[in-house]
Each structure stands twice: as C-alpha cells, then as structure tokens.
C-alpha cells in the first residue's frame, strides 16, 4: 500500500509562555490524508486547528509523536508544501506579479523565466491586468487571489490552508471557494483546509474532520460524498443539509459552555 | 500625492467637483498666506522692539542687522574664509556622519533583530550607551582625532548610529511572523528573508529615523567645531561668541536652518520613492 500524503501519528504540541505555563494544544491528535484527498478540519475557537498546519510544515515541531510527509518524517520547510494564510500574507512593497513571482525566485529559477510564469498564473486567477498594482490597492478578494496564485506557481503536493477565506464577506468567499476547486481539480495536491465554517467545509472537502476544543484531539470523522465538480449551489440538496446538521451537532456539544 | 492609482479614467468634472476643487485650492492659498504673514510679522516685531528701545541689540541683535552680517559674509568672506567653504566643510562632515552612522546603525539594528540570543546580550549595553549624553564624547574624540575633519564626523557618527539602529531594531523585531513564514514556504533561505521581507517591512521605521538623525548629524558637526576646529560653521558661532556678536550667531543659525530644511527636503523626495507601495494619505475635504 502506498504511504499516505500526510500522516500525523499521535501527536502532542504544548506551548510554554515566557512565565513557565505550559498550554496543551494538541492531544494525541492522528490523521492521514491521502494522495489527493481534500480534507477539512473544524473545531471550535482555540482547539489547535492552526497548529496541526504548523506542524505539517515542520515550522513549528510537536513536542511528542510524529509527521510524516509522503512516507518521510518532516525536518523542516518541505518544498512540495504550499501555505496559505488566513491573514494577508502577501508582500505589500512587492506588486501583484513580483508577489507571485516570489516563490520560483526564491528557488532559484531566473528572475525573467520566473515573471514570465507568473504572469500565467495571474491570468489563471482572474487578475489580468493588475500586475502591477500594489497590494493595497486591491480588495480583500483580489489579494487572496494573489495568495492562491503564489501558492499555486510553486505546484505543490500538499496544500495547506488555514481558514485562508474567513476575513471575506460571504459572496467574495462562495466565489474564492470555487476558484479554488477550479484551481485544485486540476493537479489534485492533497489538501488540509482548516476553517470554523460548516458549510465551507462540506463544500470544498472529501472528509470533514471534527476536533474538540482544546487540548484538541479527533472526535468524528465525515466522509462527503457528494459529486464532483461542486458549484456553490451544492449546499441547496437535501444530503448537504443533512450532513450540515449532523456536524453542526457534533460541535454544538464542544463550543457550548 | 505620491502614488497613482489610475484604474478609473477620470470623467467631465462636474460644477460640484469643480467647486470643490477651487474651495481646497484657496485653502492650500490661504496656508500659505498666513505663514508668509506670520514669518513677516515676527521679524517686523523684532525690528520695531529692538528700535524702539525694549530690546537690547547686544543681546537680541536685530534682522537688519543679521541681513547685513550675512551680505559681509557672503560678499567679503569671514573672518575664517568665504562662507561657502566653510559651509562645505560643515557640510561634508555632517555628510559622512550621517551617511557612516546610519548605515552602521542599519546593519547593526538588522543584525541584532534576527538573531534572539546577540540582541538579549547587547541590549543592555546599549541601553547604556544610549543614556550617556554622547556630546561629551566629542572631547575625546578631539583628543584621538585631533581638530581636523575626524573627529567631527566621529561624534556625528555617533550622534546618528543609535537613531538608526534603534528604529532598525525595532522594525525588524516588527516585520509580519506569517509574512516571514510566507517566505520560507515559498522557498525562501535565512538570508532571502532577511533581504526580501525583514529589510523593506523595517524600510519605513529606518526612514523615519533618518529624519530626526540629519539634525543629529549637524549637530554633531556642529558641536565638534565649537570644541576645537579650524575651518566650519561650529567654529564662526563660537568664533561670534566670542566677540559678543550676536548677530553672527543668528546668521550662522540661519545658513544651518537652510541647510536642514534642503536636507529634510532631500529625505522626503528619498523616502516618497522608496515607499510608493504604501497606501497614499488621503485628505478627504467636505463637499
């Protein structure tokens, strides 16, 4: 059998503060993803969501247990992972397509060759003719594009996103989710999505995984079986529905005080 | 405005905008005007109080005659030489303590920024330096340097390296974590980091410094010469001091302030280049 993409076994992470508390984040947390799958986590507000990305992109080590990445345990920055943040992360003194050209730069391709690429993959995201505007003169929306786009032109097998769409408003995120299924189905990388949304994750993802609030370990598992390709109108059929409130009541019983 | 954003083709303005627009241009006129008024004013009230006897020119001098000091000055040369070498030697002092601090202070501030463990052991010590008035430094530098061009550009040295490297410092210790962990995800090395992400992100804090650490710079100049010089302005006040010249002191404190404001001018174009990325100030006027 093949090794799994990502393979999290038994992980713990604990953080100290500079007064010598010690927080556990993630308890005994397992998960496997495999070539290609889609995965999503949910889980309530401080439940160690991000820190399972953190730990996959060997920024931030767990303190027990190990990560694997396609068979092979992550000793620092993997080049086949790609990130995506949920704050903008995009280089404000950079324009859009020196931002997107800074991933192929930094690995060394030649600094035309690199542009030329980017030029490509700005098209690729819908934001032809703004190559070279600046950040901030950009909506929210369009600089989430940019980050899809610098994620995407490094091709990476693992995709790692972390709640990348919540600071949108709710049309500007049905539109950025399809743009990234768009851009996903057509290499398949595999993917861990983390976001507090339900519907967000049932739309994008083959497997909903649900944490408990924190220290954060696996409470269920969903499979999501519906067709692909998705369009945002999915979350009209009764099955979305359904598996909406079935989540929903999972984690009900976690965010409830 | 520093920055064009020019997605939208400007249409016909309409009466409105164009009233509007006049209404900001006479409040640009009417700045303008009472500063001109103001400044004319002040002397005019310097003048008058000094002729009528309620000031006393030994110790206040006067604008007259500070505008004739600074006509002697410029038609016969000083006492020292024709003003403009001097000035040119203050100048080049001020120049290369400016220039020598603060790219000392650049490096240094960035070094220290990224490396935890070297900026929890100097930062004491220079906590220290910091609190010491370094003026005083400027004797011992004319003890080691001697009176010439050395020891000014030393103390100017001085005076600007922990502007800088403070506000270095400080930017780097500033600069985004997810855009540093951007860039190592996207392939980044330690040292591309350092220069494509900590160093612009620290740009604007650096810029700012060297505003304040120009006028460090003179004045350290121009302190050095007031200790010991041959040549410079430094050495014309102390030299009008001397003589109970007041109205060579205001001249000389004239010719700096020229210099300062063309400096300041100078940093400001640097800086608007430099930073065109960020999002322009707008000021919104009422319509």
Excluded at chain 1, 40 to 56: F, Q
Excluded at chain 2, 136 to 145: K, N, P, Q, T
Aim: contains cysteine; charged residues 15%.
């Amino acid at each position: 059998m093949m090794s799994p993409a990502i393979e999290l076994s038994n992980v713990s992470r604990k953080f100290i503060s500079p007064k010598g508390k010690v927080t556990l984040a993630l308890r005994d947390f397992s998960l496997q993803v495999r070539e290609g799958e889609f995965c999503a986590i949910v889980g309530p507000t401080g439940c160690g969501k991000s820190t399972t990305l953190g730990m996959i992109t060997g920024l931030n080590p767990p303190s027990s247990g190990s990560v694997k990445v396609f068979g092979k345990p992550v000793s620092g920055v993997d080049p086949k992972i790609g990130f995506v943040f949920q704050a903008d992360a995009v280089f404000p003194w950079k324009s859009v397509l020196d931002n997107v050209a800074c991933g192929p730069i930094f690995r060394g391709l030649d600094p035309s060759a690199a542009r030329d690429k980017a030029a490509d993959w700005v098209r690729r995201v819908g934001l032809a003719g703004f190559e070279h505007h600046y950040p901030h003169q950009l909506s929210g929306g369009m600089r989430k594009r940019v980050a899809l786009a610098q994620t995407f032109i490094n091709e990476p097998a693992i995709l790692l996103m972390d709640e990348p769409f919540s600071a949108l408003d709710v049309q500007t995120r049905a539109m950025m989710q399809e743009e990234l299924l768009g851009l996903w189905s057509e290499r398949k990388a595999s993917v861990v999505f983390v976001t507090h949304d339900i519907d967000e994750a049932i739309t994008l993802a083959d497997r909903v995984v649900v944490l408990t609030k924190g220290p954060g370990s696996v409470k269920s598992v969903y499979d999501i079986p519906l067709p692909r390709p998705r369009a945002t109108e999915a979350r009209y059929t009764p099955e979305f529905i359904d598996l909406s409130r079935q989540i929903w009541a999972d984690l009900k019983a976690e965010v409830s005080i | 405005m520093n920055t064009t954003t020019s997605t939208m083709t400007p249409a016909v303005p309409s009466t409105e905008e164009r009233l509007a627009l006049r209404r900001a241009q006479n409040y640009r006129r009417l700045v303008i005007g009472l500063r001109t008024g103001l400044a004319l004013a002040a002397i005019a009230a310097w003048e008058i109080t000094v002729r009528i006897g309620w000031l006393d020119p030994f110790f206040f001098s006067q604008p007259s005659a500070i505008y004739q000091q600074l006509a002697t000055w410029l038609t016969e040369g000083t006492g020292q030489g024709p003003l403009w070498s001097e000035l040119l030697v203050t100048m080049e002092e001020t120049a290369l303590g400016f220039l020598i601090g603060s790219v000392l202070g650049i490096i240094c501030g960035i070094a220290l920024g990224r490396n935890k463990l070297a900026a929890d052991v100097f930062s004491i010590y220079i906590k220290v330096a910091n609190a010491i008035p370094r003026v005083v430094l400027g004797s011992i530098f004319i003890i080691m340097f001697g009176l010439g061009m050395g020891s000014k550009v030393a103390l100017a040295v001085v005076m600007v390296f922990f502007v800088v490297f403070g506000n270095a410092f400080q930017g780097v210790r500033e600069a985004d974590r997810n855009m540093i962990a951007n860039a190592y995800i996207l392939g980044a090395n330690a040292r591309q980091v350092t220069t494509s992400v900590v160093l612009p992100s620290a740009l604007s804090w650096i810029l700012a410094s060297l505003h304040v650490s120009f006028g460090f710079a003179l004045v350290g100049a121009v302190v050095g010469e007031f200790l010991g010089a041959r040549h410079g302005i430094g050495l014309l006040i102390s030299t009008a001091q001397g003589t109970f010249n007041a109205a060579g002191v205001f001249a000389a404190m004239i010719v700096l302030a020229v210099v300062a404001l063309g400096a300041e001018y100078l940093l400001t174009a640097v800086e608007n280049k430099l930073l065109k990325w960020k999002p322009p100030q707008f000021v919104e006027m009422g319509m």
